[in-house]
Each structure stands twice: as structure tokens, then as C-alpha cells.
């Protein structure tokens, strides 16, 4: 028998409700072992697809298959998958301990009791809250509630733990000490992990691969650097990370070149991505240049990359290590660059500015 190599697989699966299409046509797999995350606005399919995942949902046309088996009328309760939700959903009257061995009643056979309590005992050292057993939910802060929410899910010991949005209630500082636990968890106990988000950051710090979703289609699956590094078109450049985006037509191409040309009339050259294949002459196009690959100087000096426009900064911000320039330049708008702190402290709002990048930093992209 051949070795399962993926926990997930999507078999052009689509869900309507009634006229509205949800999920449409999706064909992807998540590699045993990995932490996947779908990644897209409200309304894209994202959740939908887990509930399909956990079983809450049954597709309208296609497959979905969890550790090779398909799941076609298996339900939520006998599916190797357990769930994270974003409200935690632990119960109140039951303490912390009771609230983790919950699952473990519906297991067959059921664990005897002894057993039941070693096990949520395990669970709770797991995501490092022993000794916090005995108490209610209500005694907990929201990290530590989520912990225990955690617990809950992985006292069964899933294939694939289903993660819906389970940070998103949590201030800036402690998420981010959450997403340290939640790659730690993934890497010790070696499951599956599934997440879903519309946070980029998030996404892109945490997954091995990321489903990019709008309007209910994948419109890339990648890992976390090739969306950022090759997106396949502007909208996914436009959502991971940031990028000064310049649309126009695409005057002529070279090989792995082209040479776009704006509204305006200027030419701009820009490498050509793993998904230009459409890009010829005569094609609308656009242009995306990461703003950490922008330079910027005053405006009497001499630029060293080839491609520079002058203009004057509207808005500087401090972000730590790095400084943020908005310039307005009359050629292409603002520009936004991003430099070391070291490099961009000396102008302030209304300096007169030359903005330079490389077109070997600029990506060609479709619409």
C-alpha cells in the first residue's frame, strides 16, 4: 500500500447555497505533516472550506479527502479532524481539566476515567498549563483560554487540526506569542495543522504553504515566499505585503523583459515572473515594486540605480527599524519606499526627494 503523502485534498470542489457559489471549482493538498493556511478577505471561501474539512458542510460537486479517504457523508464527530473555533466555545461550569477530557467521551471505546484524566493532564503540559486544571474558564486570561481551547483539540490526537481565525481576539503582543506556540505545538506533536485568516502577516510568518482566496477560487498556492516573491497577478501582489503598483500597457517584451508603457506615456522595464506567460505586447499590465526595494535621496544627488523620479515626501513614518516614505512624484503618484533607519532619517514632511529602483526588482504582472 502506498504511503499517504497528503492529509488534504480538494477534488475540484465547489459549495452553493442556494444561487450563491461559495467555493468554486477548488482542486489543491495539504502535505502530511505541514501547516497550511487559507488566506483571503470575508466572503472568499475560506471558511467554508474548513467547515467542508471539519465536516459541517458537505460539498455541492467534487471530493474531499482527509488522510486519502474521502469524507462524501462521514460526519463532523467521526472525522479524524478537530477544531479550534474563534470563540474558544469552552464550557463555563466545567473546569479547566473537564473542559480538555470532554472530547474524549464520545472516543470508542471510551478511555476509563484514570486514563481520561491522564491524557487532559498531558494535553494541558502540551500548551504549558499544568497545575491550571481545577480551574473555571472564567480564571484565565484570553491566551491562557485559548491554550486550553488547544488542549480540547489535540487530546484526540487528529490527523488534522482545524484552526478558524483562533487568534484574532487577542491583542498584537500576546498573538504574536500564540503564533510562537502554535508553530512549537505543530512541529512536537508533527499533526497536520490548518489555519484560516485574513491576516497576511500571520499567514505568511506561520504556514508552509498558503492558499490565496477570492471570490471562492484559489488564485495561488504557494508557500509564504513565492506569493511574495512571484504572485501571479496584481490583486495577490496587492494583498501580501505591500507594493507600489503602476498599471499601463505592455509596449514591447524581450524574452524575460517588458517594458510597460503608463497613461502618462512613460516607459518603465520590469523582469518577467513565473506567471507571465500571458503578458505580450499590447496586453494590460502592471507593475510591482516592494517598497523596501525603493531608494531614496535628496533631490540634487546622483542616482545609482537605473530607473529615478523626483518628487517630495507627504508622510514619513517611524516604524522601529526602518523608516516609511510617501513620495509624490508627478510621474506615477506616490511612490513608497522603505529604508533602514540608519539610511532615511533626514527628510522630513515636504523634502524634495529622488525615489530609484532596479528593474531587475520590479515584477511584471497580469490584471
Known sequence: MSEILHDIEFRDVSKHYGSVCAVDGVSFSVRRGSFHSFLGGSGCGKTTSLRMIAGFEQPTRGSVLVGGRDMAGVPAHQRPVNMVFQSYALFPHLSVLDNVAYGLRYRQPRPERAQERRMAEQALEMVRLSGFGQRKPHELSGGQQQRVALARALVNQPTVLLLDEPLSALDRKLRKEMQSELLRLQREVGITFVLVTHDQEEALSMSDSISVMQNGR??????????????????????????????????????????????????????????????????????????????????????????????????????????????????LGVICARVPQTEGGAFGHGCAVRVAWDPVHSLALGA
Not at 507600489?244 to 518577467?272: K, S, W, Y
Not at 515594486?289 to 517630495?312: D, H, K, M, W, Y
Open 218 to 331: 484559489i488564485l495561488q498556492n504557494a508557500s509564504p515566499q513565492e506569493l511574495y516573491e512571484q504572485p501571479a497577478n496584481r490583486f495577490i501582489a496587492d494583498f501580501i505585503g505591500e507594493a507600489n503598483l503602476i498599471d499601463g500597457h505592455i509596449d514591447r517584451r524581450d524574452g524575460t523583459q517588458i517594458v510597460l508603457r503608463t497613461e502618462a506615456g512613460l516607459e518603465l522595464a520590469a523582469r518577467c515572473g513565473q506567471h507571465a506567460g500571458e503578458l505580450n505586447p499590447g496586453c494590460a499590465a502592471s507593475i510591482a515594486v516592494r517598497p523596501e526595494q525603493v531608494s531614496i535621496s535628496a533631490a540634487n544627488c546622483q542616482a545609482e540605480r537605473p530607473f529615478c523620479l523626483t518628487g517630495q515626501v507627504v508622510d514619513r513614518i517611524f516604524l522601529g527599524h526602518q523608516i516609511e516614505y510617501r513620495v509624490q512624484t508627478q510621474a
